[in-house]
């Protein structure tokens, strides 16, 4: 059974840089045509896709997010990890991680993490 | 940028009810990218259709999508009282969810 479980620092400090790490289990990373996802949701508020990567390494971003996200993986540790720079309050959210379902019937999210909230605060 | 605008805000329903949610895309979007997806208080969305209209794994029946072009529908045939949840639609494509649909309890 695939799961994802998102890990790191829940208070990150204005201006400063937001790291998250998924650690995947039941699959792995680098098997399969598979996409992974950062989708973050303020309280109370919609989900917002953040960025992407496959497994060779190639990533996508939100435009609105780009300059300051970088989405990497480990192969040998069946992770990705997000880096969001210069957080502000506005970045306080839950985080979540995802598995992007692309098949011949179409795509989504099939697989996601419990989510992990991320506070920006002195 | 495609922008995906979800109706009602709230629907307010009974159990056993049938329950009808809207999707509605800026402008025409490829059927393949559009899914919906259930999250409940304290929880991760839930993926329940992709494609428009193929049910995801574990998926009841009773959940079916349809639409095309500009305008998706989720249908709940019979609501049980799990279902009441938030549903969101999303466009794949450019990654982009709608603001979401709050199915409560009448």
């Known amino acids: 059974q695939v799961q994802l479980q998102e890990s790191g620092p829940g208070l990150v400090k204005p201006s400063q840089t937001l790291s998250l790490t998924c650690t995947v289990s039941g699959v792995s990373i680098s098997s399969g045509s598979y996409y992974w996802s950062w989708i973050r949701q303020p309280a109370g508020k919609g989900l917002e896709w953040i960025g992407r990567?496959?497994?060779?390494?190639?990533?996508n971003y939100n435009p609105s997010l780009k300059s300051r996200v970088t989405v990497s993986v480990d192969t040998s540790k069946n992770q990705f990890s997000l880096k969001l720079s210069s957080v502000t309050a506005a970045d306080t959210a839950v985080y979540y991680c995802?598995?992007?379902?692309?098949?011949?019937?179409?795509?989504?999210?099939?697989?996601w993490g419990q989510g992990t909230l991320v506070t920006v605060s002195s | 940028e495609i922008v995906l605008t979800q109706s009602p805000g709230t629907l307010s329903l009974s159990p056993g009810e049938r329950a009808t949610l809207s999707c509605r895309a800026g402008q025409s979007v490829s059927s393949s990218y559009l899914a919906w997806y259930q999250q409940k208080p304290g929880q991760a969305p839930r993926l329940l259709i992709y494609?428009?209209?193929s049910r995801a794994t574990g998926i009841p029946d009773r959940f079916s999508g349809s639409g095309s072009g500009t305008d998706f529908t989720l249908t709940i045939s019979r609501l049980e009282p799990e279902d009441f949840a938030v549903y969101y639609c999303?466009?794949?494509?450019?990654?982009?969810f709608g603001q979401g649909t709050k199915l409560e309890i009448k």
């Open positions: 999303q466009q794949y494509g450019s990654s982009l």
């Open positions: 995802a598995r992007d379902l692309r098949s011949s019937y179409g795509y989504g999210y099939d697989y």
């Open positions: 494609g428009a209209s």
């Open positions: 990567i496959y497994t060779s390494g190639s990533t």
